[in-house]
């Protein structure tokens, strides 16, 4: 009989670096060097993208989680290409009216690839210097 337990490796190798993040009004789960579609941004192909509204970023065994967001993480996008998604059919009938309408829908979309994520460490606060100053004069 074969086991079924999966090795630790092969779970470490594709969850090294993901992260949350919110555009267009939904929420996507972001990893490195994979295409998304998300709705159409006004932006050319070939554009970099930058998105600001992190919720959770997991990079090997650290988790930073926003309240809302987190403060200066980034994911850095790259627009591919733009498309229209498959069509939708939208049937409308009121009964015993003789009323019905159908109609076709297409949502037109944007596809990126994500670059890369990271936080920004804060630079050490310069003001500290100015207090030493201070107190030697």
Same mark, same amino acid.
């Given at each position: 009989?074969?086991?079924?337990?999966?090795?630790?490796?092969?779970?470490?190798?594709?969850?090294?670096?993901?992260?949350?993040?919110?555009?267009?009004?939904?929420?996507?789960?972001?990893?490195?060097?994979?295409?998304?579609?998300?709705?159409?941004?006004?932006?050319? %192909?070939?554009?970099?993208?930058?998105?600001?509204? =992190?919720?959770?970023? $997991?990079?090997?065994? &650290?988790? *930073?989680?926003?309240?809302?967001?987190?403060?200066?993480?980034?994911?850095?996008?790259?627009?591919?290409?733009?498309?229209?998604?498959?069509?939708?059919?939208?049937?409308?009938?009121?009964?015993?009216?003789?009323?019905?309408?159908?109609?076709?829908?297409?949502? %037109?979309?944007?596809?990126?690839?994500?670059?890369? =994520?990271?936080?920004? $460490?804060?630079?050490? &606060?310069? *003001?500290?210097?100015?207090?030493?100053?201070?107190?030697?004069?």
């Amino acid at each position: 009989m074969t086991s079924s337990k999966k090795t630790s490796e092969n779970v470490e190798t594709n969850n090294n670096l993901y992260a949350i993040a919110e555009t267009s009004g939904q929420q996507f789960w972001f990893e490195v060097d994979k295409y998304y579609d998300i709705d159409r941004l006004n932006a050319k %192909e070939k554009d970099k993208i930058t998105l600001d509204k =992190i919720l959770l970023i $997991k990079d090997k065994d &650290k988790v *930073s989680i926003g309240q809302p967001y987190i403060k200066n993480a980034k994911i850095e996008l790259e627009v591919v290409s733009h498309k229209r998604d498959k069509k939708i059919i939208v049937y409308k009938m009121r009964p015993k009216k003789k009323t019905r309408r159908k109609m076709g829908h297409r949502q %037109e979309l944007t596809r990126v690839m994500v670059k890369s =994520i990271s936080i920004l $460490k804060n630079a050490p &606060k310069s *003001s500290s210097k100015s207090e030493v100053e201070k107190k030697e004069s």
